[in-house]
């Protein structure tokens, strides 16, 4: 395979051996590029790899900078460019097949190139950056020179390509743009200038959009203002106002996936919604390409198909999706038809025609490459088969020297040929795997999976690998697989740190001898075993994060743990440490990776944090526990980032790889590199791993990232280094030879028994030519359906069970104490209940496993406290949240907005809610108030100045002044305040410093008008509130004399043994809103949260408390004396007379003939205090309800005035708000004025900074046109010059000749004029008739070409061959340089001739441009003309206008005319003076009265008002009464009124006088009660 490399960057290597690379195997994940007809490529890690597509042969070009970034082919230069990715990134151009380099390009990037192309004819190329220049720069690449370059900042581009018929057009297209870039020249300087494509929604339709920039002007302005853009209501005045648009004016678009060019230069678009697009690249016009209805689509064709791929053909496109089909789109008259040329089963990448047109290759999303003749059989060929994933892991087919596998993460494994790296076969596994190790001992391999089995194949037969044998070892992932030197033992590490030992050899069935346990997350497993030792050494490397060091587990296989592995294991597998030699050694530091010396007991370790590799000796004592190692040699390694060793099979060879992507080979005695290669990147993450062969000759690196894999072969090796690894290698073949040979023979035996052939059934191999890897999604969808054990849970129960069963007995035993103890336990604790309080003990008393019980209490403990954190945090941000919300809407509040409700009507009464003034907002109104009394001081001052006039005129003028002031003061004093235009001055806010709204004109003046209209409102609100809050001070007395009130009427209700409700009126909420933020005890539905030492406090507390209370009950005998004697009084109150029994006498139960005459009077007394005690209850029950209405009506009458009261403050209320509405709506006026200026004068400015940059743009393109021209100039005189030279030469052709007869020069005259002729080839022709694109303008390299050709038949014309008989030989020189010197001018004067028919062509575009721009110029003038005609042609033409045309001498006629005139008015002007002072004098009686009049009315219609307002009143009574009344009622019901007023006053003073009686006989009964006792 060919290698091509960069000369001055060779890789470092010590004298005496280097490496190279042989070839490299890598997959495409970029576009695919013809080089030529036959030759493709693309970039693969660090290389861009070729591909012969007919002889398959393999050709690779290194980048030595790193990874190559994106790429691009030209084909008629047979040249290929390609960008690296590091910083400040270099475009590399190489030529084909040398693979030399012709120029290194160095632009402006900082980051990476997202995009090349190369022009289709000329030396053009394209390159587009992303981040964060998103430049586009167009190269003469030949010259390395930038013709022109632009950015345009956030604009991702997704493809780039030049119009194959015109270099100077270009498009680039991303998901949600498209736009078409054209390449201006003259002479030697280039432009870009771009257009974008306005695109269809995503239905296919066009939006009806309008000029957002300029929009269309009304012929008046509404009543609002001007109609202005939304970029000038943004404040935009830059170039993003012409851009700008609002979110809710946009509309979702189509997105375009792919585009291809026509040879018409149309463009066709293909979008993520099915449609397709044909865009005319001159007019941007876009037209939606219907399908045909007529024609339906197969079963199987979608109704729209949404390209990924798309290449142009005749008469349509071929298109690709992700359902793997290949549809031709057959267009004619923007309509198409599809077809379904080809089904490919994968997802299609990319699609791509050969240079000649007679292929297409087809690209897919796994890499594969396909190639499709059209018209040939088989039709369809592979190219590359690609693999399913990228490499996992790599290994050699012992010895090395023939075949290697590889492995990806789906579980494919591949065999190839080391010789030219071809697939040999392969096999899928179809489960997600990890790694790979071939047995040196045996031709079979292992494989490792995510789900922690191990598949053995045999891969004797490299044509055919099977799988033999797979074990479940566990449900954790296996990380490692390692063969010892002498594939005796398999080490297979997982996830959970076990490490099982098997038996290597097939014939054993890969026996498992047992695990060992390390720590987790192993990293590496190395392994020592010499031809002449007994054991085989094992090392196990492990992480310690938490501490940052490392560990080492070191222990021995002994060779004859194969006959006895149930002596070294227990019963569960594990093999024992004493038996193993099992030691455990730590690092200070971390290691990434280590590896055991073969010879010297050494272990070599690669630092993960620190660029150096150590060598550590290993203890010869044994010890116990873990021994920390010390570093015996540390070398600086040179490599940056984690590493990896690997040991060469003669262990004198050290391989280090690390993330910097180098491969450093170093001596084992003394750690330094003698061979260094880089073979990868660190933008792909370095090397994952590095397989040498048995005999050291051939090396495989794998990528991290990358996905490549590199074959290095020694360029250079000393004889010494290959001699020693050569006979190590054939000593251990020697070695192993035997135990080889016996176990191919058990693979060939086994692989004809009838269970292989079954077992190969399910894993069928695959041959290179099938088109189906087996990847399908059925097949990758099959799941094994049977639930396996895992061996090492298998050996665990085993070991389980045998314990059961060999304990049985002893089990029955402790359960049966247990039962007993559990027994005895719970008859303690029935005892132990039925004990008292001081010897009962606690329960925890009774628990045997204290520690057990302290444990799970501290972890409810530890969750309870966990969940109180949660709850308090939670909380603790409802509080948060709720602080802000009372800050803001309630804390900061001077004023609190609360309400005031009506007790009897529905009226609701709201205050203002008031922040407090800032400083700014006090010192602002300060300043403004200061502004304004200066302002009307000078203009006072001013006037007063003016006004000069002779003092007795003075003096009358000014006492008919004042009292003309004094007047009008009154009159505006006393004029209704909606005709002064505001109604705050009812509130008593001077509004004398306002400005009229009329006289408002600059920025100034509207804001302080607007601060003064702030005030206003502000001293309006406060003037409400204070007035608001007496009305809520005095609701708060009346509800406090209403509860008094209530006390007396509860106390008249109780004795009355009425069931009347009483009615006692409180606050609601909105009028105390400061209750909403305090949580009342009753509004707590949940009992309250006792911490356990609150509980014992109570329950101490509480005994003492009722013992105090009892106490103080038992001492209070004089309570209890007067409780018991006289019902808790010491006077019988007025009210008990309700309440009062006379007792019945006791011989009231015999009967009536028996009672004695003493008994008879005794009961006549008896009856006459029951009568007597039973009117005075009937007079004090009517005193008590005579108070009781009167208490009610007292109320009533209260209350029914503060609702008045509280109307009149709803009205007061609504006038408020309508002065702070009117002053609000002041401010918004002036606020919606200033807003309006300022966007006009955004809009100015923008206009401005617009007609600026036009202007600009003028000149410059002004300029551009004149040095066009003179570069015109210049190249017209050149081609001049050479006609006229071409004529010189002809016309002096026989002067030059003069010399020879004229027979010869007429012979040498028809060869002058004689040309050569160049043929073309043939399979150009060929070529231009298959290619859609047809004959592709020329460029500079066919020129050359041509002219080189041109030159060489003239060579041919020039030898003396063709040398007329009997001429001179000096002559015929003499004429051959004639005739050359002629051709080359002609040829010189082609070229001027097409440069000069192209500018000609151009000036030809640019004036049918410049004729349309005046036509539709002209046609705007000729508009506006025929405008002007109609107006003056309805313009009025009066009688003076006429007699100004006819009359000759109007000026001196005009003259007579003002002469007469002003005298006339020198008249009428003293007759008008005389007549104003009659009216003045007139005028002042008239206002005086006028002000008396409208005092007077102002008056009646204040009355009116209230008039009206009583009237209404009476109105809405009588309408709820409901009848109307008469005046017989009205007397008859003031009658009865007074009939009962006359009873009422008898019956008060019958009842006074009873009160009288009855004060006389307590007073008697309390003497009698009660003697005095008389001090003595």
């Not at 900078?65 to 691009?72: H, W």
């Not at 993520?272 to 399908?291: F, R, S």
């Amino acid at each position: 395979m060919a290698q091509g490399l960069e000369r001055n960057e060779a890789p470092i290597h010590s004298e005496g051996a280097a490496l190279s690379v042989r070839w490299v195997q890598g997959f495409p994940n970029q576009s695919i590029h013809f080089v030529n007809n036959h030759t493709i490529c693309y970039p693969s890690g660090n290389y861009v790899i070729f591909i012969n597509i007919e002889t398959k042969k393999k050709s690779v070009l290194q980048c030595i900078n790193g990874i190559v970034g994106v790429m691009a082919t030209n084909i008629p230069y047979e040249v290929v460019a390609f960008s690296d990715r590091k910083l400040k990134p270099f475009i590399y151009i190489y030529s084909f097949p040398a693979l030399t380099r012709k120029t290194k390009l160095k632009g402006n990037v900082l980051l990476d190139y997202t995009l090349l192309s190369f022009s289709y004819c000329g030396t053009y190329l394209a390159s587009y950056s992303s981040l964060p220049e998103f430049e586009l720069t167009l190269w003469n690449w030949e010259t390395s020179v930038i013709l022109c370059r632009k950015s345009q900042p956030g604009m991702d581009v997704s493809q780039m390509s030049f119009n194959p018929m015109n270099w100077n057009q270009l498009c680039l297209s991303s998901s949600n743009a498209v736009s078409i870039w054209t390449i201006e020249r003259s002479n030697q300087e280039h432009y870009f200038r771009m257009k974008s494509v306005k695109l269809p929604l995503e239905d296919g339709s066009f939006p009806n959009e309008t000029d957002m920039l300029f929009p269309t002007s009304l012929h008046k302005d509404p009543i609002y203002g001007p109609v202005l853009p939304l970029s000038a209501i943004a404040r935009l005045v830059g170039e993003e106002a012409e851009t700008f648009r609002p979110k809710d004016d946009t509309y979702p678009l189509l997105h375009p996936t792919m585009h291809c060019w026509t040879p018409t230069s149309d463009l066709y678009v293909g979008c993520e919604e099915g449609h397709i697009l044909m865009i005319n690249a001159e007019t941007l016009k876009v037209t939606v390409i219907q399908k045909r209805e007529e024609i339906t689509c197969p079963d199987n064709v979608a109704p729209l198909i949404s390209p990924v791929s798309m290449v142009y053909q005749k008469d349509g496109l071929l298109t690709s999706g992700i359902d793997g089909i290949i549809y031709s789109f057959i267009i004619k008259d923007l309509k198409y038809q599809v077809k379904i040329i080809l089904e490919v089963e994968e997802p299609v990448f990319s699609l791509l025609f050969s240079p000649s047109y007679k292929m297409l290759l087809i690209q897919t999303d796994t890499g594969s490459v396909y190639s499709y003749t059209f018209g040939e059989e088989p039709a369809l060929d592979k190219i590359l088969d690609a693999c399913d994933g990228k490499f996992q892991a790599i290994d050699f087919v012992t010895p090395g020297n023939k075949y290697f596998l590889t492995l990806t993460n789906s579980g494919e494994v591949c065999i190839w040929s080391i010789e030219d790296c071809t697939c040999a076969s392969k096999i899928s596994l179809r489960t997600p795997s990890t790694t790979l190790a071939c047995s040196p001992s045996s031709s079979s391999a292992v494989v490792g999976t995510v789900d922690g089995w191990v598949h053995f194949l045999d891969i004797l037969e490299v044509e055919s690998p099977q799988v033999i044998h797979k074990t479940f070892l566990s449900r954790s992932p296996i990380q490692i697989l390692s063969y010892d030197q002498q594939g005796i033992y398999l080490l297979a590490g997982n996830a959970e740190g076990n490490v099982f030992v098997f038996n290597a050899n097939p014939s054993s069935s890969f026996q498992i001898l047992g695990f060992t346990e390390a720590n987790k997350d192993i990293l590496q497993i190395s392994t020592s075993c010499c031809p002449e030792a007994e054991i085989v050494e094992v090392l196990v490397l492990s992480p310690l994060v938490e501490t940052g060091r490392s560990r080492l587990e070191y222990f021995t296989l002994p060779k004859a743990l194969l006959q006895v592995s149930e002596a070294f294991c227990d019963e569960r597998g594990r093999l024992r440490d004493e038996l193993i030699r099992k030691f455990l050694y730590e690092m200070e530091h971390m290691l990434s990776s280590a590896v055991l010396d073969f010879q010297h007991n050494r272990i070599y370790g690669f630092c993960s944090q620190v660029p150096y590799i150590c060598s550590y000796i290993i203890p010869e004592k044994d010890h116990v526990g873990a021994c920390i190692l010390k570093p015996h040699q540390k070398v600086q390694s040179k490599q940056y980032g984690p590493g990896m060793l690997y040991m060469s099979s003669h262990g004198l060879w050290l391989l280090t790889v690390a993330k910097c992507g180098f491969l450093c080979i170093r001596d084992i005695y003394t750690l330094e590199s003698f061979v260094r290669c880089r073979s990868h990147s660190h933008q792909g993450h370095g090397i994952q791993s590095v397989k040498i062969s048995m005999d050291g000759q051939n090396i495989l690196v794998n990528g991290t990232d990358d996905g490549t894999l590199v074959h290095l072969k020694w360029k250079q090796l000393g004889s010494n280094l290959a001699n020693d690894i050569l006979d190590y290698c054939q000593q251990l073949l020697s070695v192993i030879s035997s135990t080889s040979r016996r176990e191919n023979d058990y693979l060939t035996i086994l692989r004809q028994s009838p269970e292989m052939g079954r077992e190969a059934e399910q894993h069928p191999t695959e041959s290179n030519n099938n088109l189906n890897l087996d990847s399908s999604q059925e097949e990758l969808a099959i799941t094994y359906e049977r639930k396996e054990v895992p061996w090492i849970e298998k050996k665990s129960d085993e070991a389980i069970k045998n314990e059961v069963k060999l304990f049985s007995q002893k089990r029955k035993e402790i359960k049966r104490g247990l039962r007993e103890l559990a027994k005895t336990i719970t008859n303690m604790m029935e005892e132990n209940a039925k004990m008292d309080s001081i010897s009962k003990l606690d329960e925890q008393e009774f628990g045997l496993d204290l520690e057990e019980l302290e444990s799970l209490q501290e972890e409810s403990e530890e969750e309870v406290a966990k969940m109180k954190k949660e709850v308090e945090m939670h909380n603790l941000a409802k509080s948060y949240l709720a602080e802000l919300i009372k800050e803001e809407c309630w804390d900061s509040m001077v004023v609190k907005g609360r309400a005031l409700k009506c007790f009897h009507i529905p009226y609701v009464v709201e205050n203002f809610p008031m922040k407090a003034r800032t400083e700014e907002e006090l010192q602002e109104l300060k300043r403004v108030l200061q502004q304004k009394t200066i302002e009307t001081e000078c203009l006072k001052l001013r006037k007063e100045l003016v006004e000069v006039q002779s003092a007795l005129a003075l003096t009358k003028k000014h006492h008919e002044e004042d009292e003309e002031d004094e007047d009008k003061i009154i009159k505006d004093t006393n004029l209704p305040n909606y005709l002064l235009g505001s109604l705050s001055t009812e509130f008593g806010v001077d509004t004398s410093l306002l400005t009229s709204q009329l006289e408002l004109h600059s920025r100034e003046e509207k804001i302080n008008q607007i601060i003064l209209l702030k005030d206003i409102i502000y001293r309006v609100k406060t003037v409400f509130n204070s007035e608001f809050d007496a009305a809520y001070k005095q609701k708060e007395i009346e509800i406090a004399r209403i509860k008094e009130r209530n006390v007396r009427i509860e106390e008249i209700i109780s004795d009355l043994d009425l069931e009347e409700t009483i009615w006692q009126p409180a606050f609601e909420e909105c009028e105390q809103p400061e209750r909403t933020l305090v949580v009342e005890d009753d509004e707590i539905s949940i009992q309250k949260y006792l911490a356990p030492w609150q509980k014992a406090k109570t329950e101490l507390v509480m005994p003492l408390e009722m013992d105090g209370l009892l106490q103080a009950r038992a001492s209070n005998a004089r309570h209890r004396g007067l409780m018991d004697m006289m019902g808790g009084v010491l006077e019988v109150k007025k009210e008990d007379i309700l309440r009062m029994v006379i007792p019945q006498p006791a011989f009231i139960a015999k009967p009536d003939a028996l009672w004695t005459e003493e008994e008879k009077k005794r009961f006549k007394e008896y009856e006459k205090k029951v009568k007597e005690l039973n009117e005075e209850r009937d007079k004090y029950r009517k005193s008590l309800e005579t108070e009781l209405k009167k208490l009610q009506n007292s109320i009533q009458e209260s209350t029914q005035n503060f609702d008045d009261h509280l109307k009149r403050l709803f009205e007061r209320r609504v006038k408020a708000e309508m002065v702070v509405n009117q002053e609000e709506l002041k401010i918004n006026n002036l606020v919606f004025s200033l807003l309006l200026d300022e966007e006009i004068s955004s809009r100015e400015l923008f206009l401005n900074n617009y007609l600026m940059k036009k202007q600009e743009e003028k000149s410059q393109t002004a300029e551009a046109i004149q040095k066009a021209r003179e570069d015109l100039d210049v190249f017209k005189e050149q081609h001049d010059n050479l006609a006229a030279e071409d004529k010189i030469l002809e016309h002096n052709f026989k002067k030059e000749l003069s010399e020879v007869s004229g027979h010869q020069v007429d012979i040498l005259y028809r060869l002058f004029k004689r040309r050569p002729r160049i043929h073309k080839q043939k399979t150009q022709t060929e070529a231009s008739s298959l290619s859609p694109f047809g004959e592709r303008p020329g460029s500079g390299k066919l020129n050359r070409d041509n002219f080189a050709q041109l030159m060489k038949a003239m060579d041919e014309l020039d030898s003396t061959s063709n040398m007329p008989e009997g001429m001179d030989p000096l002559v015929w020189e003499h004429f051959c340089a004639i005739r050359r010197a002629k051709v080359e001018s002609e040829h010189k004067t082609q070229g001027q001739k097409k440069v000069a028919s192209m500018m000609e062509s151009k000036e030809v575009h640019k004036g049918i441009y410049q004729i349309e721009w005046e036509h539709k110029k002209m046609e705007m003038q000729m508009e506006d003309l025929s405008q002007k005609a109609w107006d003056i042609q309805m313009l009025f033409f009066s009688r003076d206008r006429q007699k100004y045309l006819n009359e000759p001498n109007y000026e001196s006629l005009i003259a007579i005319q003002i002469g007469i005139m002003e005298q006339t008015i020198n008249v009428i002007d003293k007759t008008h003076k005389k007549n104003v002072e009659n009216c003045k004098k007139l005028l002042k009686k008239l206002g005086k009265y006028s002000n008396q009049k409208d005092r007077a009315n102002y008056t009646l219609s204040c009355n009116l008002q209230e008039e009206l307002l009583a009237v209404s009143e009476r109105q809405d009574i009588c309408n709820e009464i409901g009848s109307k009344l008469t005046c017989e009622k009205i007397a008859k019901e003031q009658y009865d009124n007074m009939m009962k007023q006359q009873k009422l006053t008898h019956l008060s003073k019958q009842q006074a006088e009873q009160i009288s009686v009855f004060q006389a006989e307590v007073e008697r009964l309390r003497m009698k009660t009660f003697p005095a006792l008389v001090p003595m």
